[in-house]
């Protein structure tokens, strides 16, 4: 159970100080999956960064367990047992995926294993155990072994930043099943996904919307998601550039 | 006999701690402390002992020949000079490679000047560790030569690995391919306290369809000062590639001089440098997986040498 209070993160930039989360409370309660969307920019990854440790909040608290970890470091945090998939993935050379994958499980992972990893992200594993995570691999790939380094993690509390990106449709239900196996398999595990998809926000316990740097709505998916798809179908105009309160969906996709 | 020092460091120089009845020869401090040459592999001490010729017979298939120097007398100061004779389509691995232990006060200098012909067609693999240890106010320094000539369509591959203890080095690499010839060449650089390397690379590709790529990564740590001097010249119709690429950590000071000569039409030559600190991106993952900032650097590192 992760409890979130008051956060709020201001970053100093050319112009002076932003302020671009104004104070966020939310419970992430064992056993829920709950998927964050909203507007580009909003904050979601910001806060999601805060919770992982990435970055250091202007005020507020979190409490993971019942224990404050505001002031932890991203490898308490880590060994606590909070896992994060980055938007954008990061570049090694010279490390392999194996690599990667034995670092993320914490041991020596025999080869069927780490293979099982990368089948539940769409990935023919032969084909990428011994590559290097470096600039040779496209976008795509990147982002679905960083998913896989966070599944072989198998945290308490796992959260997944836009993992969609680059994921062919083909996948895409592989994907799901995964998360909901992560549900199964790891005992009163949570799971916060970051998506604008709507197959990602089917299967949410609960829906959160980030607008902002406020949260702009928090409720079970039965309350929240027609109202997501609702206003789009009212928005006039070309649904991809109205501004509304909430996100628009067109064509599965949510767009600001 | 060789001592306990002596044995480790040649396994960690040749990967192996016996030689069985393959092509060695193994120096130990100035002397030769067990030479052995096969049917196909000949090698023969020069005539003023200040090194070998190693004959490699054409045509030989997979085999290899190691020739380790391990130095652990402080104040020992020498000059080698090696050459390595390939046969015509030959297919061999050469290990080489000095380990420096210095426990005293004066400095131990190994200086190795290392030829290789290579015939026409043949195969090479060269590998080449440097290593030094011993805790003595002694300086350890390396000074390696090597020379290469390379006959049409020949293949060499050189792997060279200086990790650490090497107070001082300059290493000199110079090479000439005639048509169809391909080098490549990795070359990893760790120097850390007070230490100071430099490489220079001198390539010159002479022969139509000639080929280059020389990849040197480095790290630099401490007050460490490395310099690199990469240079590819083309006269013929050619491609050369080199690259240069440098973590700057502490107090590390980087140099990377790239230079590329063209005196033909078709000559295509790319030269990559980068030195950059390690991305914070990378401390920030690896921690998320759970190690601390010490180990996320560590395998960074480590990765990033191998
Ligand atoms: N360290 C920072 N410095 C300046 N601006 C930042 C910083 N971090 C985030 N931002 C800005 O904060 C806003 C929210 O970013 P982000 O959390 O990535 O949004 P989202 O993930 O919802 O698209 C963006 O406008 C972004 O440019
Ligand atoms: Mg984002």
Known sequence: MIQIRNLAYTAKTDEGEREILRGIDLDIPDGRLIVVTGPNGGGKSTLARLVAGIAKPSGGSIVFDGRDITGASITERARLGIGFAFQQPVRFKGLKVMDLLAIAAGRTLAKSEACDYLVSVGLCANDYLQREVNSSLSGGELKRIEIATVIAKASKVSIFDEPEAGIDLWSFQSLIDTFRNMRRTIANSSIVIISHQERILAIADEIVVIKDGLIARHGPKAAILPSLIGTSMAAPGCPKFGRGDVPVITEGKIHA | ?306
């Open chain 2, 1 to 306: 006999m060789l001592s306990e020092i002596q044995k480790k460091m040649l396994r960690e120089l040749t990967g192996r701690s016996e030689f069985g009845d393959g092509a060695f020869n193994i120096r130990a401090n100035g002397c030769s402390a067990g030479r052995h040459s096969t049917k196909g592999i000949r090698i023969e001490p020069k005539p003023n002992g200040a090194g070998l010729d190693v004959y490699i017979e054409p045509g030989l298939r997979d085999d290899n020949v190691s020739i380790p120097v391990v130095m652990t007398e402080s104040g020992l100061k020498e000059e080698v000079y090696n050459d390595f004779h390939v046969g015509e389509g030959a297919v061999v691995t050469i290990t080489a490679g000095c380990g420096i232990h210095n426990c005293g006060r004066e400095d131990s200098q190994h200086d190795g000047i290392h030829r290789f012909f290579i015939g026409r067609g043949s195969r090479v693999k060269y590998v080449e560790k440097h290593i030094g240890e011993g805790d003595g106010a002694g300086r350890r320094i390396l000074n390696p030569v090597t020379e290469v000539y390379q006959e049409e369509d020949s293949v060499l591959e050189m792997e060279m690995t200086q990790i650490r203890g090497v107070d001082e080095t300059e290493r000199t690499t110079k090479a000439a391919l005639k048509a169809g010839a391909r080098l490549a060449v990795r070359e990893r650089l760790m120097t850390g306290a007070r230490e100071r390397a430099v490489s220079h690379y001198a390539v010159t590709l002479d022969g139509a369809g000639a080929v280059a790529d020389i990849v040197s990564r480095g790290v630099a740590r401490g007050d460490s000062v490395q310099t690199l001097d990469l240079k590819i010249v083309g006269n013929a119709p050619c491609r050369g590639h080199t690259e240069c690429d440098s973590i700057i950590m502490d107090r590390g000071h980087i140099v990377a001089v790239p230079t590329l000569e063209a005196a033909d039409i078709d000559a295509q030559l790319v030269h990559e440098a980068a030195i950059g600190k390690i991305a914070g991106d990378q401390l920030d993952k690896l921690m998320s997986l759970g190690l601390t900032a010490a180990e996320a650097e560590a395998r960074i590192i480590e990765g990033f040498l191998s």
